[in-house]
């Protein structure tokens, strides 16, 4: 499935070197029949024949010329402008109840944009904003709230129609139908005791940020509403609450802790509350997104990283017939393994989970399973998705050339060379470009990238080595075996710390001219830091 293009010029580069063998072959040829004929008299026979020379190439060399190979300086086109929407689009509940959406605006364009938010509704329709300004590539989370009026009839229903425009290119807008729904009320007979009414308010939910033991607490009010009993709580990994719902039932507080949670590769969780009074429960509240601690040792097969067919796990490819990724397992252990075959291929894997919110750390355990010259792996972070495919499995340019995930991000370069020489080249990515005409790699990174983000380990290169990041809102810190080794700020890169917020991580691999470049990761464990 590699771009004809790219392939045609391997074979072109190909032919080239073996014509021009063949003519050196020749040359050499002539030059030895005419120096044997007049030998006698141009080369005294006590003289010694000249030493040949073969040129060396040195690690920095070699290190330039795979820089050259994978990366560009500027962006190649015009900047193009887009927009998508995505996210839950419709809701069946009762009159006066409140019901909350929980969308995400993209924008897939190739540059900074902002986008005004507006709306038609019948019905009172409120989203958290109607301005928001995205990076090229990146999406923002946007609640929208629909009140349901209390004089509703079962079977009323309200369609709002949400429409994002870019303030870049006006004529690029995207709009997403928001359907509400209203069905049968419980109807009680009258009595002659005045009952008890219900709350007809919603709680207002929010939750702290996980703190390093993955612990969090969820907090909530209510206002005016006297004849209260209780609240109830509920968590789910489903953001509309289908499947796998956990419910508490909780006293008058208005404070609840959730320390039962491990550090795992299932790290999202979502709230919602309401409270209860007179034996009647009111509406729920606004739900709360909270992204914990991810750890994966790799003993589950179904986490993400790889599929069937080894490509499930892949986000960003050179040459689809030359890459994979997939679970290693031996006695109980586990391994992650992410591979690249061909001559300047390099590829992204991910399960698309998010990181925890700023400050986070990342520690992974790796080491390069295939030993060659320049052959590289490390972690990606900082990586961005707009929630549509990645990649887009439906043609050659989705799947090369798409704009729905890591079009920016952080990579730990680890570059092999000999069993004690391992180079770290930082990677700050802004922009990833696909241009097989462009020689080398036919994806390109434009960045951060160049000989100033350079450090030697100095390490035993070719077994396990334990890798940590840390990332707070001030610097990147990155540690080999517990050693502060390189720290990445704005004091020379002012751009440095540009995607810290976006929350996607992976695993890179990659290759210079020669091929197979094995990458083998032992666990990622990414935590909330405390300061």
């Known amino acids: 499935m590699q771009d004809n293009t790219y392939k045609e010029r391997r074979l072109v580069l190909g032919i080239t070197a073996v014509t021009a063998l063949g003519l050196l072959l020749l040359l050499v040829q002539a030059l030895v029949t005419a120096v044997a004929a007049d030998s006698a008299h141009t080369i005294p026979q006590s003289q010694p ?12 060399e070699a290190l330039a010329a795979y820089i050259a190979g994978h990366t560009i300086q500027a962006p190649v086109g015009e900047p193009t402008y887009g ?6 689009t419709m809701h069946i509940s009762y009159p006066g109840e409140t019901v909350s959406y929980m969308l995400v605006l993209s924008n897939t364009g190739s540059t ?21 300004t995205l990076l090229a590539g990146d999406g923002a989370e946007i609640q929208v709230n629909v009140n349901i009026p209390g004089s509703a009839n079962s079977g009323d229903s309200d369609t709002a129609v949400l429409t994002a425009t870019s303030q870049g290119q006006i004529t690029t807008t995207a709009t997403i139908s928001l359907t509400t729904l209203v069905q049968d009320s419980v109807v009680y007979l009258p009595i002659t005791l005045k009952p008890v009414p219900p709350p007809t308010g919603a709680p207002v939910l929010s939750a702290t940020r996980p703190n390093s033991s993955n612990h969090w607490q969820m907090n909530w009010t209510l206002e005016g509403y006297p004849y209260l009993s209780g609240y109830q709580l509920q968590e789910s990994q489903n953001a509309n609450f289908a499947s796998g ?8 507080v208005n404070t609840k802790l959730i320390d039962t949670h491990q550090p795992s590769p299932d790290n999202v969780f979502y709230y919602r509350i309401r409270a209860y009074g007179g ?17 994966d040792e790799f003993t589950n097969t179904q986490t993400g990283w790889s599929g069937p067919t080894l490509k499930e796990g892949l986000r960003r490819l050179t040459f689809l017939e030359e890459i994979d990724s997939w679970y290693e397992q031996t006695s109980g252990s586990g391994w992650l393994i992410l591979r690249v075959e061909d001559s300047w291929d390099w590829a992204i894997a991910s399960p698309m989970r998010p990181a925890p919110a700023v400050p986070y750390s990342i520690e992974f355990r790796s080491m390069p399973a295939n030993l060659g010259n320049l052959v590289s792996h490390g972690v ?7 929630n549509q495919a990645c990649p887009d499995w439906s043609s050659l340019q989705g799947l090369y050339a798409h704009t729905n995930c890591f079009n920016h ?3 730990t370069n680890l570059i092999w060379y000999s069993d004690t020489n391992m180079r770290l080249l930082w990677e700050r990515v802004d922009e990833v470009v696909w241009c097989p005409t462009c020689g080398g790699s036919p994806l390109k990174r434009l960045g951060d990238i160049d000989g100033n983000n350079i450090v030697e380990l100095a390490i035993n290169a070719s077994t396990w080595n334990d890798y ?11 540690y080999v075996n517990n050693n502060l080794r390189f720290t990445y700020n704005t004091d020379n890169h002012p751009q440095a710390l540009a995607w810290i917020n976006s929350p996607y991580f992976g695993v890179f691999a990659s290759t210079d001219e020669y091929s197979n470049s094995t990458g083998r990761f032992d666990y990622i464990k990414v935590t909330p830091l405390d300061n």
């Open 49 to 60: 024949a000249a030493q040949v020379v073969t040129p060396t190439v040195t690690f920095d």
């Open 380 to 386: 990606v972070f900082g990586g961005d998705w707009n």
């Open 112 to 132: 900074t944009d902002t986008f005004d938010i507006t709306y038609t509704a019948a019905w009172n329709t409120t989203p958290s904003t109607t301005t928001v």
């Open 279 to 295: 034996g009647q429960y009111g509406p729920w509240s606004n739900v709360v997104k909270v992204v914990s601690a991810y750890y």
């Open 468 to 478: 940590r990041v840390e990332v707070r809102q001030t610097d990147i810190k990155f």
């Open 83 to 88: 927009a998508a929407w995505s996210g839950e």
């Open 245 to 252: 719902v956990t419910t508490i039932d909780l006293g008058t």
């Open 409 to 411: 991000f952080y990579t």
